[in-house]
T-cell receptor, first 112, second 112 residues
Framework: KQEVTQIPAALSVPEGENLVLNCSFT??????LQWFRQDPGKGLTSLLL?????REQTSGRLNASLDKSSGRSTLYIAASQPGDSATYLC???????????FGGGTRLMVKP | DAGVIQSPRHEVTEMGQEVTLRCKPI?????LFWYRQTMMRGLELLIY????????DSGMPEDRFSAKMPNASFSTLKIQPSEPRDSAVYFC??????????FGQGTRLTVV
C-alpha cells in the first residue's frame, strides 16, 4: 500500500526566503505526482503535476522535482511572500487504479 | 467551465439523520472521486467512479455510506444514519483519464 509522507508538518519563514517542501512515497511505481495548495476552509488548488517520466515542472516561482527511484519529490518556492501561506499537499497516483494517495501536508506561514 | 461544483457548502445535522452530498464534475471528465478530510486522518479516498461505474469503494467506512453516479454530470454521497464521527470535510474531484485531478470546494459536515 502506498504511503506518502511530508516533512516538515509545519514551517514558518520570513518573507523573501527561498524554501523547500519535501514529499516521500514508499512505492516508486507511480503514474504521476501532484502538488496542491489548500487555504484554510477552502478546497484544493492544483499547483503542479509531474508525470512519472518527468524530472521537474515549473510554474512561476514554483518548481517541483521528482526522483522516482528514491521515492522523493520537492516543491521549491522562490522569494516567498505572505500570500504563499497555506497548507501544501502532495499526492501520488499509482499505476494501478486512478486514485490519489495524499501526504499529511506542510502548513507554511510566511511572515511579513 | 465552472470547475467541480459541490453542494451544500455547509451541512449541520442531528445524529441519526440522513445526509446527502452532491457533486457536479467538470464536463468531459470520466473519473469522479469522493474524499474525506479530517484533522486526524488527513485526506482519504472513499470511492471513485470511471464512466459512472464504481471502481473502488474500499475506502467507504461503513454500510452507512453509499455513493451513486446516475449520469456523467452528477454524483451523490449519502450517509444514513449519520453519526458525530462522520463530521469532516467531504471533497469531490474529477479528472480526465490519468491527468491531474480538480477538486471542488468541499462540503463541511457537522453531525451533532
Amino acid at each position: 500500500k502506498q504511503e506518502v509522507t511530508q516533512i516538515p508538518a509545519a514551517l514558518s519563514v520570513p518573507e523573501g526566503e527561498n524554501l523547500v517542501l519535501n514529499c516521500s512515497f514508499t512505492d516508486s511505481a507511480i503514474y504521476n505526482l501532484q502538488w496542491f495548495r489548500q487555504d484554510p476552509g477552502k478546497g484544493l488548488t492544483s499547483l503542479l503535476l509531474i508525470q512519472s517520466s518527468q524530472r521537474e515542472q515549473t510554474s512561476g516561482r514554483l518548481n517541483a522535482s521528482l526522483d522516482k527511484s528514491s521515492g522523493r519529490s520537492t516543491l521549491y518556492i522562490a522569494a516567498s511572500q505572505p500570500g504563499d501561506s497555506a497548507t501544501y499537499l502532495c499526492a501520488v497516483k499509482g499505476n494501478a487504479g486512478n486514485m490519489l494517495t495524499f501526504g499529511g501536508g506542510t502548513r507554511l506561514m510566511v511572515k511579513p | 467551465d465552472a470547475g467541480v461544483i459541490q453542494s451544500p457548502r455547509h451541512e449541520v445535522t442531528e445524529m441519526g439523520q440522513e445526509v446527502t452530498l452532491r457533486c457536479k464534475p467538470i464536463s468531459g471528465h470520466d473519473y469522479l472521486f469522493w474524499y474525506r478530510q479530517t484533522m486526524m486522518r488527513g485526506l482519504e479516498l472513499l470511492i471513485y467512479f470511471n464512466n459512472n461505474v464504481p471502481i473502488d469503494d474500499s475506502g467507504m467506512p461503513e454500510d452507512r455510506f453509499s455513493a451513486k453516479m446516475p449520469n456523467a454530470s452528477f454524483s451523490t454521497l449519502k450517509i444514513q444514519p449519520s453519526e458525530p464521527r462522520d463530521s469532516a470535510v467531504y471533497f469531490c474531484a474529477s479528472s480526465i483519464g490519468g491527468a491531474g485531478a480538480f477538486f471542488g470546494q468541499g462540503t463541511r459536515l457537522t453531525v451533532v
